[in-house]
């Protein structure tokens, strides 16, 4: 997911070319992270490298990330490609 301020948060599948990135990153969902998003093929991959935020999200901010996606996943629905 990515969010802009004053701009309409939209999904994005991201797929690992071996791993996914929660199984990359050894840390539990939600995470922030900094990544190159490339597309190949029909799909949206990332290039490997990741530089991650030591972040603890608490509920109240995964209940916003929660109603965002919902939001974002009605609106625009799931973007596959770039």
């Known amino acids: 997911m990515r969010m802009d301020k004053n701009k309409p948060c939209k999904l994005y599948a991201v797929k690992g070319m071996t791993t996914s990135i929660a199984e ?22 990332y290039d490997s490298f990741m530089a991650s935020q030591n972040i603890d999200f608490g509920d109240g901010i995964r209940d916003m990330f929660e109603d965002e996606f919902t939001k974002a996943k009605d609106k625009f629905g799931i973007i596959m490609k770039l």
């Open 24 to 45: 990359a990153m050894h840390r539990r969902l939600p995470v922030m992270l900094e990544t190159v998003l490339l597309p190949f093929g029909e799909k949206i991959v």
